[in-house]
């Protein structure tokens, strides 16, 4: 209810009314005057009740009277009176109505109340109310009210002490609050009036208002009686202690600092007055050293007094905090004396005093920054606030130094008991696990153990000395108390002002953003923000400089120190956020130097790591206090930790385990914080963080996966790393941490990520080194970061590009260690593959440099040897084409070249791999590429061709190279166009650098110079090594010339032959003809080698063979095409040239090979023989690029691809088709004749020695030769000449004369007994057979070549007797070899010799008349060679021989012997008859004998031959011996005559085989001897005188023999005769009764009388033989007699005649 209602005042005039009636009431006997006033009192009270319609205004007025009563019953000194008029006093007041002058009545009374000791505590009360409630008192009064209750304060009575203590602060309060009240009254009235600054304090106060007076009067008293001199105002203070008054004084200095700040005279107060007291009151602790006796001193040193000491700092603490603007020098004062206060030689409780001082000031982050910007800054001054971080740090390291007890381990008043605390810190477990409780936070260190009390962190702790405003002594506090309030400073500290600046400069990064849009019209304003920012970031610096050597030093040694888990998250969190900070004010030092703390932390004690200890060099020197150095980190550090985790250190030098701590791996988490939090921040400290995460993953065994992130996995080499449950979980935390740390990096600015990219490959870099001596495992940590931030960062990968992959391309992928290289290779292709599977903006396709860029790396790992870096490069590309492969573009020639950069030392996995991705890329992106990659993939083909590691590979890479040949001949038009853009393009490059356009095979066109690049690989390949590559090559080579050559210009022809096909033959040629000739045993592994390829010369021949054959196709099916050409007739010189090295080469396959490619360019079918076997020698019947073996049956044609094919004819024996078209220019035919020439003359030339190596060429190599020459000559017939007809003959001859080898004689003869041609002999009479029909029908001139052909024949015929030789060669008959016993076989010749026989025949008789066949004496020429057999008859090799030669000569005779006689005037034949007469001798009487063997029937056929030769004689000779030399006749006649006589042998040594009697012949000849004997016609005596003559010698002889046989037997009596010597008679006796049978058909005029008395003298002889005993004689004496019946009665004509 309001004071000013109606019931309310109602109630307090009853009120009024019933005090006073009470006072009256007890006032009636005692003291009547009092009862009086107080009844009139009642009346005035009625009266003025009844009187005003504003009571209590009226009361007021009135208030001196009506209070009257009430004063004077206090005035009785009546107890219970006094109460009840205190009560009824306090009654007005609280309802204001007590005027200024009643007020004063009042005070005077109270006053006297309190120096009678009467009501103290109803005094105090009533005080209290009458200043609280209204404002009436002032001045003196006001000041006797305040005195009353000084006074009463130091009372004897305890309540009445405290109460008027605490009325005391109220009043002072309250006066305060007055001014307040009246500044906020007159705040928005009159200005203030002016004050004059000056030292009388009159003339200040008189400027004052009345509460502000009041309040002056009083402040300035309080400090007079601190100081402890006479108040100017309080008059009648007795006593003041200075506690109150430092009491008082704070709680106005704190209460009211507006006062202060607003009136100057108060200021003035401050400054002159309060601050001088404080310092002078300080002066004793100053002083004060702790343990210093001065007896020398005058007088002793005054002893710090705790309450005054404590009340003084709680007063600076209040200056320090509103005052600081106007006593910046004093607070510099205070702020040293705090500073001091810490030192060592202080009290404990007054340091503790001081820290918790200080701690109030680090609760305000922006007093510091002022104290920065005061002292610190300015030049000359104290650096303040560096002192109270470093007088913190060296506090708390001197605690540790300086064991609070006497015994360090034993703490007082900790919360457990005295063992329990440091033993369960100690052990980790003890005796407080044991009871259930957990051991109490604390530090430890060396020995020292200090517990950590919760101090809160904004208000100080009710424990703590400055609230110990009761004690007089200082309170014993907890152990460890001033640790922890120092702990909770630094760690206060360390917030407050991060969160300001942080704030800070959040606000300005705000400010400036929009900034960025600002019109530049705007611009003008910035240099003043720039300036103000400037100032302040000079602030900021300059306090971040000044705190934290000393924060760094007391927080590491905490760190070290502490054995809590929460105070360790505090320092460390400390320790991070001033990193943190340091970073964002690019302070590198500092910064470098918190994070050293935390990595070193980190690690296991004494852990050897270069990087953090070379950079913790530059603040050692903040380590050392008081000339004791402490380190940062001791053993002794080890015994209060959990040992969590035990692993190798990542040294170079194998070293024992490391023990990581729970600590450590705290420490670890915060590092990995930091790193997360303020990664942009770091700059160069990245490296001390990265090299601390490093080892650690290293100690505990985490090892990179796929993508770069760390998975446990077990230590490789040593003892394995032993970790506890607790960490084993915490791994993957830890793993998914780092993992994220790095995912983070996408969030860093660009030059925040350089720095980390820069850390990791100097890291990175280290590892390499480390591993570079010993095979440990490396550390790959690194490597596996690089490729994590690389694959996070792919939005930007630009800008960490080339340091990234340059790193790992030039270092790790370049290591001798094989796990370092694997992953630096894992991660470049990792990386590789990401950036071109990223989704960029733009697309790769439209940012053709990025991606050139993200594929360089690729091509440059080809440049590493290392064949793992390879395999991944290999491998990355398979992937690349499989995921990109279409979209690579401007990548193809990367990509084709790093597959292409195969070399022969890599193994062979590399090159199968590398040819995976070429098949890939041949058979899905030929389409896809540009076509200006084609060549690329062309060269790349080729490459694998000619590797020479996987034979397998180089034969698919040709089929390759086929395929993509196939692939160009269907895309052609479109490569084409592609080309013949990019053409026009370089060309105009080219023209405006002004050089000229150089490409391979320039000036062809584009299109044409693929493909000319594609024959050129191919014929690489077709001079490779491996044979089996090059007949791959060579086919391919060839079949792509053949199938796609119309896709070429006309003239890109020209380069083909001359720059691909004949430079490659010429290559071929060089290698065959200088290739080894040694025997390969095997071809590797268990695979056979066929023996015509065991040498490398025969397998080069089979590519020489290849070749040549291809080149020969090309000329032959594109003949047309080639003549246009110019240079046509060079190029078939070349060609013929390289056809005839061929054939004369040492190889029967490449000369073989070399005349069926000559047969090919002069369009000659082969013909083929039913005989001919196909499994003949390898190469006999078969062209190499005809296919497969044709089956023997009619003859084949040589395809061709062109439509000539239909045109070529065939030939058989006898006939011959030429193909047409021929080639016009005959030059081109002679030099093919003159080539044809050179092989025939060099390849049959027989060897001049005997020498075993001597080449001798083949029989099928010879036979296709002749086979050549039928078709030639049709193109050179018409200047054929004589010579030319010799050379060729020189030729044939010697072609047959060649033998054969004796393993080949089973293939090309049969058997002895089949009497066949062999295929060069029939190739030969077909060459023979040509010509001589083309004399037959040419002109007149040609016709003198018949006696030519003729002598050739002859010459073979010869051979039936006699082989040919070759040259000094050794053969044996073909009859006589058996196989493989004779090295060379002379061939059978016989059925040559003879089908030359009938050659001769025939052609004799169609040119028999013909003159130069008269003129050059053919026929003897016949008869001479056909003597040769003749003469040797059963001799010969065959029989069938001389039966033909007989059947010839006599066919011969039959035609030449009329020529002859027609010729007998010319004298041409003069010569031939002496041959013939030798001839019929040689054969009728012939030398040999015949076989064994021979069988009657034989013999007997043998004789019918002779006796045809006698009747030649007889019918074609004789007759006409009018025409013929008589010597011949002569010599004919005694041939006759010795025939009659049975024709055996004179000597009996040759006699004595047995000899069949030629009884028939003999006779026949005899017949012919008497009929041309006993001739009626005989033309001239001297024919028949030879007759007679020749008959009278037959006679003779018989009578001799007869004569000498029938002596012999007598003499031999029963010993038979020799056989020969019977045989002899048995001849005779036979020739005898021949005679007499002639005789007897003979007319007798034509005998001659004395030949029949020679026949009558023979008969006594006979009949004396009758006595002989063989019966062969007898029966043969029989015939011989019988005859002889004829004469027994003499003839009637003998009578007539007689004498005539």
Known sequence: MAISSPEAVKKLLENMQSDLRSLSLECRKKFPPVKEAAESGIVKVKTIAARNTDILAALKESSSEVVQPLLMGCGTKEPKIAQLCLSAIQRLMSHEVVSEAAAGNIINM????????????????????????????????????????????????????????????????????????????????????????????????????PCAKDAYMLFQDLCQLVNADAPYWLVGMTEMTRTFGLELLESVLNDFPRVFLQHQEFSFLLKERVCPLVIKLFSPNIKFRQGTNTPSSPTPVEKPYFPICMRLLRVVSVLIKHFYGLLVTECEIFLSLLVKFLDGDKPQWLQAVAVECIHRLCI??????????????????????????????????SLFIIPTGSNPIVNAQSGTSGIGGPAAAQNGTGMGATVGFTPQPAFEYRGTWIPILNIPVQSPSKAGYLESLDKVEPPTIPDGYAMSVAFSCLLDLVRGITAMIEAELERKAAAAKPEKGVPSSKQQEKPSVTEEENVSRAVWEEMVGACWCGLLAALSLMLDASTDETASENILKAEMTMASLCGKLSLVTPRDAFITAIC?????????????????????????????SVQMISPSSESHQQVVAVGQPLTSQPQGTVMLTAKNIQCMRTLLNLAHCHGSVLGTSWQLVLATLQHLVW????????????????????????????????????????????????????????????????????????????????????????????????HRIEILWRPLTGHLLEKVCQHPNSRMREWGAEAVTALIKAGLSFKHNPPLSENQRLQLLLLNPLKELSNIAHSDIRQKQLECVLQILQNEGDSLGPGWPLVLGVIGAIRNDQGESLIRTAFQCLQLVV??????????????????????????????????????????????????????????????LLQKQAEEKGVPLHRPFHPAPPFDCLWLCLYSKLGELCVDTRPAVRKSGGQTLFSTVGAHGTLLQHATWHTVLWKVLFPLLDRVRESSTTADKEKIESGGGNILIHHSRDTAEKQWAETWVLTLAGLARIFNTRRYLLQSLGEFSKAWDVLLDHIQSAALSKNSEVSLAALKSCQEILQIVTPVKECEKPEGLSGVNMLPFVGPLIPPGPPRVLSRSDSMGERLG????????????????????????????KIGSESTKPPATCDKLFFIPSQPFLTALV??????????????????????????????????????????????????????????????????????????????????????????????????????????????????????????????????????????????????????????????????????????????????????????????????????????????????????????????????????????????????????????????????????????????????????????????????????????????????????????????????????????????????????????????????????????????????????????????????????????????????????????????????????QPPVAKVQNGDS
């Open 1210 to 1237: 065939r030939y058989t024996v006898g006939e011959l088709n030429v193909a047409g078209d021929e080639i016009e220019d005959s030059a081109l035919w002679w030099a093919a004749w003159n080539t044809w020439y």
């Open 110 to 209: 109270l006053w006297q109340l309190m120096e009678n000791g009467l009501e103290e505590l109803k005094l105090l009360q009533t005080v209290l109310v009458l200043l609280t409630t209204n404002t009436v008192v002032h001045d003196d009064f006001l000041s006797k009210a305040i005195v009353l209750c000084f006074r009463l304060h130091f009372t004897k009575d305890t309540i009445t002490n405290n109460t008027a203590a605490a009325t005391v602060r109220q009043v002072v309060t309250v006066v305060f609050e007055r001014l307040d009240a009246e500044d906020e009254k007159y705040k928005d009235g009159d200005a203030h009036p002016p004050v004059v600054q000056g030292n009388s304090n009159r003339r200040t106060v008189s400027a004052l208002r």
């Open 699 to 794: 100690i505990l065994g985490l090892k990179p996966a796929s993508g770069g992130a760390l998975k446990p996995g077990r230590a490789v080499e040593g003892p394995s790393t032993v970790l506890t449950t607790a960490v084993m979980t915490d791994l993957p935390v830890i793993s998914n941490v780092l993992s994220r740390l790095f995912e983070s990096s996408q969030y860093l600015d660009d030059v925040s990520l350089h720095h980390l990219i820069n850390a990791l490959c100097s890291l990175s870099a280290e590892a390499m080194d480390m591993a570079f001596w010993n095979n440990k495992e490396p550390s790959l940590f690194a490597v596996a970061k690089l490729l994590e931030t690389g694959l996070v960062n792919m």
């Open 364 to 397: 305000q982050p922006q007093l510091l920054r002022s104290f920065c910007q005061s002292y610190d800054m300015k030049p000359h001054s104290t650096k303040v606030f560096r002192d109270i971080v470093n007088a913190l740090g060296s506090f708390i390291q």
């Open 923 to 984: 058979t899905d992106f030929l389409p896809t590429m540009p076509s200006t990659c084609l060549q690329i993939v062309v060269d790349v083909a080729g490459s694998f061709g000619l590797q020479n590691q996987e034979l397998n590979i180089s034969l698919t890479s040709i089929g390759l190279l086929w395929n993509i040949s196939d692939y160009f001949f269907q895309r052609g038009e479109t490569i084409e166009k592609e080309l013949g853009k990019e053409e026009a």
């Open 1267 to 1688: 086979q050549i020459f039928p078709a030639l000559y049709q193109h050179i017939k018409s200047g054929f000449s004589m010579e030319d007809l010799k050379r060729l003959g020189v030729i044939l001859h010697g072609a047959v004369s060649v033998p054969i080898s004796s393993d080949a004689s089973p293939f090309i003869l049969p058997s002895y007994t089949e009497a066949v041609l062999t295929s060069l002999q029939e190739a030969v009479l077909i060459a023979l057979d040509v010509l001589q029909k083309e004399i037959c029908t040419g002109p007149e001139a040609m016709q003198v070549m018949y006696p030519a052909i003729f002598d050739q024949l002859l010459s073979f015929v010869e051979f039936s007797c006699k082989a040919p030789t070759y040259g000094k060669l050794e053969t044996k008959n073909i009859a006589n070899a058996k196989f493989n016993q004779a090295e060379w076989v002379a061939l059978n010749y016989v059925p040559f010799a003879e089908k030359s026989l009938e050659v001769v025949v025939d052609l004799y008789q169609k040119t028999a008349c013909h003159k130069a066949v008269v003129n050059e004496k053919a026929l003897q020429k016949i008869i001479k060679t056909l003597r040769i057999p003749l003469s040797l008859k059963y001799a010969c090799p065959s029989e069938t021989t001389w039966k033909m030669a007989v059947s010839a000569l006599l066919k011969v005779l039959s035609i030449g012997l009329p020529v002859a006689r027609q010729h007998a005037s010319s004298r041409k034949f003069d010569t031939m008859w002496p041959e013939l007469s030798n001839t019929f001798e040689d054969f009728l009487f012939t030398k040999s004998s015949p076989p064994d063997n021979l069988s009657i029937q034989e013999f007997e056929k043998n004789e019918n031959i002779d006796v045809e030769a006698v009747q030649l004689i007889s019918t074609d000779i004789l007759p006409y011996a009018n025409f013929i030399p008589k010597e011949f006749v002569g010599q004919i006649m005694t041939m006759l005559n010795k025939g009659s006589i049975h024709s055996q042998s004179t000597s009996f040594t040759e006699a004595e085989i047995d000899i069949r009697m030629r009884e028939e012949f003999s006779k026949v000849c005899f017949e012919t001897l008497l009929q041309f004997s006993f001739s009626n016609k005989v033309t001239t005596p001297q024919e028949g005188y030879i007759s007679r003559m020749a008959l009278a010698v037959l006679l003779k002889r018989s009578q001799d023999v007869l004569h000498r046989y029938i002596e012999d037997e007598r003499l031999s009596g029963r010993c038979p005769l020799p056989r020969q010597r019977v045989t002899e008679i048995v001849f005779v006796l036979k020739a005898i009764s021949t005679l007499m049978d002639s005789l007897k058909k003979t007319k007798p005029e034509n005998v001659d009388t004395n030949t029949w008395s020679q026949v009558i003298a023979l008969y006594p002889t006979l009949v004396e033989c009758i006595t002989c005993t063989s019966s062969e004689v007898c029966s043969a004496l029989k015939e011989a007699l019988v005859p002889f019946k004829d004469f027994l």
């Open 600 to 628: 070193k932390a980190s690690l296991p004690p004494h852990y050897a790591l270069t990087v953090l200890n070379s950079s913790s060099g530059g603040f050692h020197k903040t380590y050392s206090i008081q000339g004791q």
